[in-house]
């Protein structure tokens, strides 16, 4: 069964850069079938989309992160990866990555990773 | 982007109650319409898509439906297990946006 992993520290400072990746278990991500999302949630509230991922390099990203915002994959090591540069605490949240299917994205996500937690902070 | 209302925040249900929660979408998205249920500590997980298509897997008792801006999650008949937040999903167009979320406790 396809399993994901984020990671990544755990506390970042203040304008810097929370860099995390998720790693595929179970699952090729070169296979081209699905779309690699990103979603936060702030402690006790909601989620927000962050931004998606193919395998062939296309993006969408939340335009509110964009100017912020890089996802990339690396197929050789079945992972995708976030970059959110110039931080604040408003960006502490436990990030997950999930994946859509390419042919039913607007069906939502089907399978989630754990969740990560990561905190700005001096 | 595309605001996703969701109602009411919270609601507190007993086993066997039936609960409906609704979400109504700032624009026409049609039925791109996807449901998850969160658990404590835990990733959400995908109830409904398409406004009423059931995951696989998915007890028959959660219901959905609505097209357009409207839509609502029902609980046909509450189970202890059911006890969560429910987060509505729209997935009609760019930045995909959840609502609010709504509480169902005990």
């Known amino acids: 069964q396809v399993q994901f992993q984020e990671s990544g520290p755990g506390l970042v400072k203040p304008s810097q850069t929370l860099s995390l990746t998720c790693t595929v278990s179970?699952?090729?991500?070169?296979?081209?079938?699905?779309?690699w999302n990103w979603i936060r949630q702030p402690a006790g509230k909601g989620l927000e989309w962050i931004g998606r991922i193919h395998t062939s390099g296309s993006t969408e990203y939340n335009p509110s992160l964009r100017s912020r915002l890089t996802i990339s994959v690396d197929a050789s090591k079945n992972q995708f990866s976030l970059n959110l540069s110039s931080v604040t605490a408003a960006d502490t949240a436990v990030y997950y990555c999930a994946r859509a299917y390419i042919g039913s994205w607007r069906y939502g996500m089907g399978v989630w990773g754990q969740g990560t937690t990561v905190i700005v902070s001096s | 982007d595309i605001q996703m209302t969701q109602s009411p925040s919270s609601v507190s249900a007993s086993v066997g109650d039936r609960v409906t929660i609704t979400c109504r979408a700032s624009q026409d998205i049609g039925r791109w319409l996807v449901w998850y249920q969160q658990k404590p500590g835990k990733a959400p997980n995908r109830l409904i898509f398409?406004?009423?298509g059931l995951e696989g897997g998915v007890p028959s008792r959660f219901i959905g439906s609505g097209s357009g801006t409207a839509f609502s999650l029902t609980i046909s008949s509450l189970q202890p297990e059911d006890f969560a937040t429910y987060y509505c999903?729209?997935?009609?167009?760019?930045?995909?946006?959840f609502g609010g979320g709504t509480k169902v406790e005990i």
């Open positions: 179970d699952a090729s991500i070169s296979s081209g079938d699905y779309y």
């Open positions: 999903q729209q997935a009609d167009s760019f930045p995909l946006t």
């Open positions: 398409e406004a009423s």
